[in-house]
């Protein structure tokens, strides 16, 4: 009797095993080491992954080694994709990124793509891998095979079972899955790149928060219709100035060092006490990019420390009208402008954007002729803008202009004949440091000519100035090493400062003035309108309470009252409310209104 099973098929069959399992150790090791970081539950884990994947793929083109050799090339570009956006963002791909495709393509120009020596040895091993696949020989049938097709059934619900599995917290935490997604290098980490994304599947779409019901929420919310609102005692309603600005911090919050001279010596003369303005420090949402969220929590009052980190609500939750800061001025008979001077494509603004209630969007095409530093339109030039709109507009109708600038944008390690750097960092020796630094200087000059200009008008007339959030890991590494931290292991506290970027809010007639006025971009719309006298809405009303119960709410930082940190997740009562009403505003409310 002939053997059908022998010792050369078991040897094979184990071998068969051991390709996808070296695909994914290279995939890890474009950004560290799998070995000493990514816990063994998690190895085990990934590796059964790739097993699937590449059973599914052996069942569908019926040739091993084209399987193994599509899994390999898969691996390397994403791996190859993760280590540039780690790079360029800090934080690794998620799901969501695939969103955002057009937004990043849009400017991938301004970034240096030269591959390290990481990406270089282990894109040479991957290639290796790929060539010596040439020794496997195992086919099954044509490509036409309906049984083969029928069995790649098995490996495919396997698959899907087992994301499942991966995605229930029990299972998670009694095999030490790391699934806390505020800090998704760490994950990533210790989870494995391909663990890590399958669990982040699970949050591409909201649960309902526990005890949520639709009509209570907009009962609840009707209950701060009635609470007390300022008036402005009869004054006509300010013109309202937003300018929010691209990459502008202030790096010495991350510590000491020395510059040639002042990069925003406006802004902290104004941080030193100035009439009729307010300043302090915002705690925003994101680091390094996703502008998006730092504007729609301004524009929303919602916050993304009840989203998964790394989602974009532009593109994943708004869909239609819903209420912002501007859909509000806009009922209280204000003129609505959103002003971009970059492609209206980027994260769906030109769509976003009149859903919110702007009643007029100017993007790039709106800027021709306006001056650029480096290759984007100069912040004087927004300054021009928002001036010439001021000047155009309908005698006695109010203006809100939101503007979201681009001249700061990464990356920085490249020169450009319009543009010499001329503040210097002098504790380390970083064009990158020196470029970011002359960029806040001419930002810093725009805000000066702004509130000049505006300083000599006649109509009451506001402007709110903040960052987006800090540059990438390019420009903090110097500064926090300078000061005894590490880019890369940073404790809680010190995580903190990469979330803060300064903010101003002036006025040209009378508001109580006040220094050191941290918040958080979800609370900065509401206490606006109310250092204002701009009249707010019953979702501002709750959230001004909210703010004396908790006076930053944010991923990575959630502060009450009384100085304790703590995290939305560790707190219930006012918290619970919030959680509920944002539900209620993102996808329920508009259906009310």
């Known amino acids: 009797m002939k053997k059908i099973l022998t010792w050369k098929h078991i040897l094979w069959g184990v071998l068969a095993f051991v390709p996808p399992a070296v695909f994914f150790y290279l995939l890890e090791f474009y950004t560290h080491n799998p070995f000493e970081e990514v816990r063994p539950w998690a190895q085990l884990f990934n590796v059964v992954l790739f097993e699937l994947i590449a059973a599914i793929l052996f069942c569908t083109l019926g040739d091993l080694r084209r399987a193994y050799r599509v899994l390999a090339v898969a691996a390397m570009v994403f791996g190859l994709a993760n280590a540039y956006v780690v790079r360029f963002r800090t934080n690794p791909i998620v799901p969501w990124d695939i969103l955002s495709w057009r937004t990043a393509v849009s400017v991938a120009d301004n970034y240096d793509f030269t591959p390290d020596i990481r990406m270089v040895v282990v894109t040479l091993l991957f290639l290796g891998c790929i060539a010596?696949?040439?020794?496997?020989?195992?086919?099954?049938?044509?490509?036409?095979?309906?049984?083969?097709?029928?069995?790649?059934?098995?490996?495919?619900?396997?698959?899907?079972?087992?994301?499942?599995?991966?995605?229930?917290?029990?299972?998670?935490?009694?095999?030490?899955?790391?699934?806390?997604?505020?800090?998704?290098?760490?994950?990533?980490?210790?989870?494995?790149?391909?663990?890590?994304?399958?669990?982040?599947?699970?949050?591409?779409?909201?649960?309902?928060?526990?005890?949520?019901?639709?009509?209570?929420?907009?009962?609840?919310?009707l209950e701060y219709e009635s609470a007390d609102s300022p008036s402005g005692s009869g004054e006509p309603l300010p013109n309202l100035i937003v300018v929010m600005d691209e990459a502008f911090s202030d790096p010495a919050v991350l510590g000491d060092f020395v510059v040639n001279q002042d990069y925003m010596p406006y802004l902290h003369m104004l941080q030193q006490g100035y009439e009729n303005t307010v300043t302090g420090m915002l705690n925003v949402s994101v680091c390094g990019g996703n502008t998006a969220n730092t504007e729609f929590e301004f524009l929303t009052g919602n916050t993304m420390a009840f989203l998964p980190q790394g989602s974009v609500p532009y593109q994943q939750y708004i869909s239609g009208e819903c209420e912002t800061l501007a859909s509000h001025l806009r009922d209280l008979g204000y003129e609505t402008v959103a002003t971009h001077p970059y492609n209206a494509t980027g994260w769906e603004r030109d769509v976003v954007y009149p859903w919110m209630g702007f009643s007029d969007s100017i993007f790039v095409e709106g800027y021709a002729g306006a001056s650029r530093v480096r290759d984007y339109v100069s912040d004087e030039a927004c300054v021009q803008k928002i001036i010439s709109l001021y000047e155009q507009k309908e005698e006695g109708k109010p203006l809100f202009v939101f503007n979201v600038t681009m001249q700061n944008h990464g990356g920085y390690d490249e020169a450009y004949p319009n543009f010499t750097p001329d503040v210097l960092a002098d504790d380390f020796d970083n064009f990158s440091v020196d470029q970011y630094l002359s960029l806040l200087k001419l930002s810093d000059q725009a805000l000066s000519e702004l509130i000049a200009y505006f300083s000599g008008v006649e109509e009451r007339t506001a402007i709110v100035f903040?960052?987006?959030?800090?540059?990438?890991?390019?420009?903090?590494?110097?500064?926090?090493?300078?000061?005894?931290?590490?880019?890369?292991?940073?404790?809680?506290?010190?995580?903190?400062?990469?979330?803060?970027?300064?903010?101003?809010?002036?006025?040209?007639?009378?508001?109580?003035?006040?220094?050191?006025?941290?918040?958080?971009?979800?609370?900065?719309?509401?206490?606006?309108?109310?250092?204002?006298?701009?009249?707010?809405?019953?979702?501002?009303?709750?959230?001004?309470?909210?703010?004396?119960?908790?006076?930053?709410?944010?991923?990575?930082?959630?502060?009450?009252?009384?100085?304790?940190?703590?995290?939305?997740?560790?707190?219930?009562?006012?918290?619970?409310?919030?959680?509920?009403?944002?539900?209620?505003?993102?996808?329920?409310?508009?259906?009310?209104?």
């Open 466 to 593: 903040f960052g987006d959030h800090q540059p990438n890991d390019v420009i903090a590494a110097p500064i926090l090493a300078q000061n005894g931290m590490a880019w890369n292991a940073l404790s809680e506290e010190e995580l903190a400062l990469r979330y803060q970027v300064p903010y101003v809010v002036w006025a040209n007639y009378d508001i109580k003035e006040a220094q050191g006025a941290d918040t958080s971009v979800n609370f900065l719309g509401a206490e606006v309108f109310s250092r204002l006298g701009i009249p707010t809405s019953a979702y501002q009303n709750f959230l001004l309470a909210l703010s004396e119960e908790y006076p930053v709410i944010s991923p990575v930082r959630t502060e009450k009252s009384d100085g304790t940190k703590t995290s939305v997740s560790d707190e219930e009562g006012m918290m619970d409310t919030y959680r509920k009403l944002q539900y209620y505003q993102l996808f329920d409310g508009k259906e009310d209104r």
């Open 132 to 221: 010596a696949l040439h020794l496997v020989k195992v086919a099954w049938g044509g490509f036409v095979n309906p049984k083969r097709w029928l069995a790649g059934l098995v490996p495919l619900a396997a698959l899907l079972v087992f994301s499942n599995v991966l995605q229930q917290e029990s299972f998670q935490n009694s095999h030490r899955l790391y699934n806390k997604l505020f800090t998704p290098v760490f994950m990533t980490e210790v989870d494995g790149i391909p663990v890590t994304f399958v669990m982040n599947l699970a949050y591409m779409s909201i649960d309902k928060p526990d005890g949520y019901d639709k009509e209570e929420a907009g009962e609840l919310l």
